[in-house]
T-cell receptor, first 112, second 113 residues
Framework: SQTIHQWPATLVQPVGSPLSLECTVE??????LYWYRQAAGRGLQLLFY??????ISSEVPQNLSASRPQDRQFILSSKKLLLSDSGFYLC???????????FGEGSRLTVL | AQKVTQAQTEISVVEKEDVTLDCVYE???????LFWYKQPPSGELVFLIR??????QNEISGRYSWNFQKSTSSFNFTITASQVVDSAVYFC??????????FGTGTRLKVLA
């Protein structure tokens, strides 16, 4: 069966520090991968999606970046965090462009 | 424009009451999919239902039912005889034939004992 894991689950970082959130999918190949952010009291904002290794599409200009070094690995990064980067980050995958989205457990980032 | 509107930010009901969560979408695509997800306090999103644009049949799953009406671009979700465990944030989403899932802002449902 397919599983998705992301880590760390909780992160507290100072402003200006770097960020790396990692997401791994198991039990499937060539998944579509997504990073979403959910700010407090707000909906889900699509940040990045990827349809293959090295293929990243950015939805929102910001100081975040994403990479897909392997087929089932998706990484969200920042060189210098801002206060506004605080939120709940969710990784997700889907087997096809119209299939069900499967979400990871989420990573709660607090930037102080 | 392609968007999903969940006008109800928060709803509170007493246990055993029925409650309907509204979802209105916009798209020019003739082929698209609609989804509902549940986000319990733990944070992880749980898939509830997928509906394609060519299937307007209403669906019932236990206490949950969905009413899809293309004429009004709505995909509403009803919980019958609500329970405290139904308390969560519910998201409606649109996939307009691309890789991008467009989510509404969510409706927080509080079911009071």
């Amino acid at each position: 069966s397919q599983t998705i894991h992301q880590w760390p689950a909780t992160l507290v970082q100072p402003v200006g520090s770097p960020l790396s959130l990692e997401c791994t999918v198991e039990g499937t190949s060539n998944p579509n991968l997504y990073w979403y952010r959910q700010a407090a009291g707000r909906g889900l904002q699509l940040l990045f999606y990827s349809v293959g290794i090295g293929q990243i599409s950015s939805e929102v200009p910001q100081n975040l970046s994403a990479s897909r070094p392997q087929d089932r690995q998706f990484i969200l990064s920042s060189k210098k965090l801002l206060l506004s980067d605080s939120g709940f980050y969710l990784c997700a995958w889907s087997p096809a462009n119209t299939g069900e989205l499967f979400f990871g457990e989420g990573s709660r980032l607090t930037v102080l | 424009a392609q968007k999903v509107t969940q006008a109800q930010t928060e709803i509170s009901v007493v246990e055993k009451e029925d409650v309907t969560l509204d979802c209105v979408y916009e798209t020019r695509d003739t082929t698209y999919y609609l989804f509902w997800y549940k986000q319990p306090p733990s944070g992880e999103l749980v898939f509830l239902i997928r509906r394609n644009s060519f299937d307007e049949q209403n669906e019932i799953s236990g206490r949950y039912s969905w009413n899809f009406q293309k004429s009004t671009s709505s995909f509403n979700f009803t919980i019958t005889a609500s329970q405290v465990v139904d308390s969560a944030v519910y998201f409606c989403a649109l996939v307009p034939g691309t890789y991008k899932y467009i989510f509404g802002t969510g409706t927080r449902l509080k079911v009071l004992a």
